[in-house]
């Protein structure tokens, strides 16, 4: 941890003398997700086509969404795909981010803040909007009332137009459906947290802090320290980093150059409460991702992170921003968890893009010849396409997508070194050894309805009495079956499925209705079905209905 301070403070003491203007994230799952996709695919714009680095840096968005602005004013032939509300979700778009990522003037509408609290400066820009959300609801499967009730604050300021800083906080109290229930017992853990009280045994308790600080350190490069959640990826789901596990220490170095993107994450992780081989070690994960717009239309990407515990600081070889983590990982001699995989995303035609992941935990290119379920070949693999403005739709998306993870994917021996955070897996929520089909349909009639539904359907091998089937990350994988007589593990034979299978059906349906500037009432149902083959089948049915301001929706669709 030592080490990792230090190269903060490094960087921090070069802001006086190279910083040249200000950045800003926009948050994941924000309403502007949905658009930016739909504008990209539609433009095909290059700084748009490299953002599955999120959250998006709104310095660049607004720059990319005012340039299709002014040309969509110029009634640019590329443009004219643009929806009646895809131009109004731009325009609100922009007058939502103004204060950020047009040069070092603001340009600020005066007579129309967007924010609660608005304050413009010549050297200081501060927006503070205060967060409330409240959500009530049942299900069939329990008669106690589910609810949700957050209250905050959240700010965002521009420091000498050099620096800017953001802040989110709350305070929460939710009583979750059952499943959830199960997964926090199961895990001590609820979705995207882990520190949390228990009010009773079915209610809990916890305070969500998130806060960074962001400048450009070179003409190309940006930095954001801060304590936040990141993804990888342009799916529903990630199969490299997803937002589930919740909010982390973290360093990260972006730099642009020509059609290359080189992104640095470092990360301070909490490591579970399970297996505890090495538990005077401190949890560190390490990231680079290189994308390149190979065309207007193509953007491809690889992915190097090793996961890994030290007991005083972090590892100095690590730190170098330009090498690859597994030929450095073997170089150091140390047991880490070391993964790679490849990103892409191609948009077509003005309507599709296809995209997909592919991650490569540990294999054997002869036991994947021979087909035997060896338990060492960990990979896994996403592919989704998107379909904007279906079937001559207007406005309405359609989006498939498919993802596969072999078991004991993403598993080591010991909670410093397995690919978790927070008691929860760091990239897909159910872990390894499954399979999960995900269509989701979102259709926006008019400008402040959002309508959405989801069918989700996957399959997973559960644990047995006594024998490890790999779905579980968190367990330590030299855990495997053995032979009572002869002792031997059982090393083939894990294939997905395999064990007690699992099977679950989600289906969703939501509308959110924008009143004012993110202020919005919810409304949802949804039947989830989960049946083991040895075990009782849990099928349920919930209703909710709440409304949130400056807050994004909470969901659990696993």
């Not at 990407?301 to 730190?319: C, H, W």
Request: hydrophobic content about 35%.
């Amino acid at each position: 941890m030592h080490i990792f301070k230090t190269l903060c403070k490094a960087i921090l003491l070069l802001i006086p003398l190279h910083s040249m203007s200000q950045t800003y994230y926009i948050p994941q799952g924000s309403k502007s997700d949905f658009f930016l996709d739909r504008l990209e695919i539609k433009t095909r714009r290059e700084g748009l086509n490299s953002s599955y680095q999120k959250p998006l840096n709104s310095k660049l968005m607004v720059q990319e969404v005012a340039a299709s602005d002014s040309l969509l004013k110029l009634k640019n032939e590329q443009y004219t795909v643009l929806t009646e509300i895809d131009k109004k979700n731009l325009h609100e778009f922009l007058k939502e981010y103004q204060a950020y990522g047009l040069g070092n003037n603001f340009a600020v509408d005066k007579k129309n803040n967007y924010h609660l609290i608005e304050t413009k400066k010549s050297n200081l820009y501060l927006a503070i909007n205060p967060i409330i959300q409240y959500r009530q609801g049942f299900e069939s499967i329990n008669s106690k009332q589910q609810f949700l009730v957050s209250a905050g604050i959240s700010s965002q300021a521009i420091i000498a137009k050099k620096i800017g800083v953001q802040l989110f906080l709350t305070t929460n109290q939710e009583r979750n459906p059952y499943y959830v229930r199960q997964f926090t017992n199961k895990y001590r853990a609820i979705p995207g947290f882990s520190n949390y009280t228990a009010k009773d045994s079915t209610t809990v308790n916890y305070i969500d802090f998130r806060g960074s600080m962001n400048f450009t350190l070179a003409k190309m490069v940006d930095v954001q320290f801060g304590y936040d959640r990141n993804f990888i990826g342009n799916g529903m789901r990630s199969l490299m980093l997803s937002d589930f596990s919740g909010n982390s220490l973290f360093l990260k170095l972006n730099t642009r150059l020509w059609k290359f993107n080189f992104e640095n994450l470092y990360m301070q992780l909490t490591p579970q409460f399970g297996i505890a081989n090495e538990s005077n070690k401190k949890k560190y994960l390490r990231i680079n991702t290189l994308s390149i717009n190979a065309t207007k239309w193509l953007n491809i990407g690889i992915f190097d992170a090793v996961v890994f515990g030290r007991e005083k600081q972090f590892e100095l070889n690590y730190i170098q921003p330009f090498t690859f983590l597994r030929a450095m990982e073997q170089q150091s001699g140390s047991p880490d968890n070391a993964l790679v995989g490849l990103n892409f995303k191609a948009n077509i035609k003005q309507r599709f893009q296809v995209y997909g992941q592919f991650v490569l935990d540990e294999f054997k290119l002869s036991e994947i010849k021979a087909n035997s379920g060896w338990w060492a070949n960990k990979y896994g693999y996403q592919l989704g396409i998107k379909y904007i403005d279906a079937f001559k739709i207007k406005n309405l998306d359609v989006q498939l997508e498919s993802n596969r993870s072999r078991p004991f994917m993403y598993t080591h021996y010991d909670s410093v070194s397995n690919y978790s955070n927070n008691n929860i897996a760091l990239a897909h929520p159910l872990g390894a050894g499954f399979q999960e089909y995900i269509l989701a349909v979102r259709y926006q009639p008019i400008q402040k309805l959002f309508l959405e539904g989801k069918l989700m359907y996957y399959y997973q091998g559960q644990d047995t009495v006594g024998r490890n089937f790999g779905n579980n990350i968190l367990i330590d994988y030299r855990n495997r079956y053995k032979d009572p007589i002869t002792g031997v593990e059982k090393n083939y034979g894990y294939e997905i499925g395999a064990g007690n299978k699992a099977t679950c059906t989600f289906i969703s349906a939501n509308a959110s209705y924008e009143l004012k500037n993110n202020l919005f009432i919810d409304a949802s149902i949804a039947v989830r079905n989960y049946k083991l083959v040895i075990g009782t089948a849990e099928n349920t049915t919930m209703y909710s209905l709440g409304f949130r301001w400056n807050i994004n929706k909470r969901t659990f669709e696993f």
